[in-house]
C-alpha cells in the first residue's frame, strides 16, 4: 500500500515538473520518490512470494520500472529521465489495478516461468506500442517545423525502443503461448480453452501477422506500423483485464 502512495507522489511530482521545468525540485523529489516506491515494490512482491501468492498487475510495475532505469542507464546520454512522468504514471496505473485484482498462487515451477514469461512480453509490448505513439508524435511535430519533441527526446531513441521492444515482446509471447498448454495439459490433463489462452491466441496472431507484413514490406503495415502497435497495446490491456485462466 505504501508504494502506492509513493508512486502517486512521484507521478504528481514529475508531471509538474515537466510542465514547469524550472521547478529542479519536483524532478528530484518525483525521481526519488519513484524509486523508493520501486524498493517498496520489490520488498512486496518478495514477501508474498514466499507465501505462494503473486500479482501480475504489481509484477508489471516493477518489471516495466526496472526496464525504465535500464534504459536510464543504456541511453543515458540521451536524458531518458525526462521520460520518467509517463513511466511513473504507467506504474502507478498498474499499481492500483494491483490492489484489489490479478492475484495468483504460485503452485509450481512451471506455473512461475508463465507468469514471467507473460509479463516480461506484455510488458515489452506495452512500451513498444508506447514509443510507437511518441515517435509518430514527433515526427509529426518535427514536419510542422516545431523542434520541441515530446519529453526532449530523439526520434532514434523511440524507434529503437519501438522495433527491439516489439520483436523481443512478440518471441516471449510466441513462448508464453507454449507455455499456456503445457500449465493446462498439466493441471487439467486435457487441453481446454479459456477466455486467457483464446485471447493470447488471438493476440499472438495480431503480432505474428503484423511482425511479417512489416517484416516482408507490406506498404500499409510498414507505412501505418505504430497505428498497428498501438492499437496491439490496447489489445493488451484488454486481455490483462477481461480475460482470466480457468485454473
Request: charged share 15%; glycine share 6%.
Amino acid at each position: 500500500m505504501l508504494s502506492f502512495f509513493l508512486v502517486f507522489a512521484a507521478v504528481c511530482l514529475l508531471w509538474l515538473w515537466n510542465f514547469k521545468n524550472d521547478c529542479i525540485r519536483c524532478k528530484k523529489l518525483g525521481l526519488s520518490f519513484l524509486g523508493v516506491a520501486y524498493i517498496f515494490q520489490l520488498l512486496e512482491f518478495v514477501e508474498t512470494f514466499r507465501t505462494g501468492k503473486g500479482n501480475i498487475y504489481l509484477s508489471i510495475s516493477i518489471l516495466v520500472l526496472t526496464i525504465f532505469y535500464f534504459l536510464c542507464w543504456k541511453f543515458r546520454k540521451n536524458n531518458i529521465s525526462s521520460f520518467s512522468p509517463l513511466i511513473a504514471t504507467v506504474s502507478f496505473l498498474f499499481t492500483l489495478a494491483g490492489l484489489k485484482l490479478g492475484f495468483f498462487y504460485r503452485k509450481d515451477l512451471l506455473t512461475v516461468l508463465h507468469v514471467f514469461v507473460v509479463i516480461f512480453a506484455l510488458s515489452l509490448l506495452l512500451l513498444s506500442s508506447i514509443a510507437s505513439f511518441l515517435k509518430a508524435l514527433s515526427e509529426r511535430i518535427l514536419k510542422s517545423g516545431n523542434i520541441n519533441l515530446p519529453f526532449g527526446i530523439p526520434i532514434s531513441f523511440w524507434n529503437t525502443v519501438e522495433q527491439k521492444f516489439f520483436f523481443l515482446g512478440f518471441v516471449l509471447l510466441t513462448v508464453d503461448l507454449i507455455f499456456n498448454f503445457l500449465l493446462l495439459k498439466k493441471v487439467k490433463g486435457r487441453v481446454e480453452f479459456d477466455s486467457r489462452i483464446v485471447g493470447s491466441f488471438f493476440l499472438w496472431l495480431y503480432y505474428g501477422f503484423l511482425f511479417h507484413f512489416k517484416k516482408f514490406g507490406v506498404k500499409t503495415f510498414k507505412e501505418k506500423f505504430y497505428l498497428f502497435n498501438l492499437l496491439g497495446g490496447i489489445f493488451i490491456l484488454l486481455l490483462l483485464f477481461l480475460t482470466k485462466h480457468n485454473f
